[in-house]
């Protein structure tokens, strides 16, 4: 089944902060964060596995709950690098990926200067 | 340098044709996917194959085929029964193991 991602799209001032969240109705083993710019390939940021731990490098970091079956994705004091659209893919059985993700539709994030 | 190479970038093709995309890996990249992507949808996942001349249905394999004869290549195939094949196609590979997917640049595919 589908994640859910919110917001579907959000403005913000370069420097300012923001949270999307994947939230899905089923348990979740693993979500898979990506970002994608217009035209080319998704690029990975980071994986959340069930039970293990907020990850994050830089100014993006993650979160995954369990009992909420969501995760969310927070960037802090926003670059105009950050502009794209961000996937969330989700595993409801552990497999290490190997059988694909379900991803939700996508948040578009636009940086202003 | 290594990556996930797919051709053509766009393609276009009648109705009623089947046409097939290319997707080839140099990663050493076990597993591979295909997903399509529609304005709005997000990636939906048409097939995938963890191992060579093995591959299963994703969410919406109907109208499409591949074949995984070798390890570096995962060619798709769009059949004439994909009753709306316009979309973006992106091909990935994974060593697995809760690492990340590579994808590569993607094929515009129209049908005229």
């Known amino acids: 089944q589908q994640p859910v991602q919110s917001p579907q799209a959000v403005i913000l001032r370069e420097g300012e902060d923001a949270v999307i969240n994947c939230s899905s109705s089923?348990?979740?083993?693993?979500v898979h964060w990506y970002r994608q710019k217009h035209g080319e390939a998704p690029v990975f940021l980071m994986i959340?596995?069930?039970?293990?731990e907020q990850k994050g490098h830089d100014k993006i970091s993650a979160s995954f709950n369990e009992k909420k079956q969501q995760s969310s994705l927070y960037l802090t004091a926003s670059q105009l690098s950050y502009s794209g659209t961000y996937f969330c893919?989700?595993?409801?059985?552990?497999?290490?990926?190997?059988?694909?993700?379900?991803f939700g539709k996508g948040t578009h994030l636009i940086i202003q200067p | 340098d290594g990556g996930i190479t797919q051709s053509p970038k766009y393609l276009f093709r009648k109705e009623g044709q089947n046409v097939t995309l290319s997707c080839e890996q140099n990663?050493?990249?076990?597993?591979m996917y295909w997903y399509r992507q529609d304005p709005g949808q997000g990636l939906r996942l048409i097939y995938y194959?963890?191992?060579?001349?093995?591959?299963q249905k994703g969410d919406i394999a109907e109208g499409y085929s591949v074949s995984r004869e070798k390890k570096e290549s995962f060619p798709l195939t769009v059949t004439s029964a994909q009753k709306n094949p316009t979309a973006f196609y992106l091909c990935?590979?994974?060593?697995?193991?809760?690492?990340?997917?590579?994808f590569g640049q993607g094929t515009r595919l129209t049908v005229v």
């Open positions: 990663l050493n990249h076990d597993a």
């Open positions: 089923k348990a979740l083993y693993s």
């Open positions: 194959s963890q191992i060579v001349n093995d591959f």
């Open positions: 893919g989700t595993e409801e059985r552990p497999g290490g990926g190997a059988d694909g993700l379900t």
């Open positions: 990935a590979s994974s060593p697995g193991g809760y690492t990340e997917a590579f």
């Open positions: 959340l596995l069930k039970g293990g």
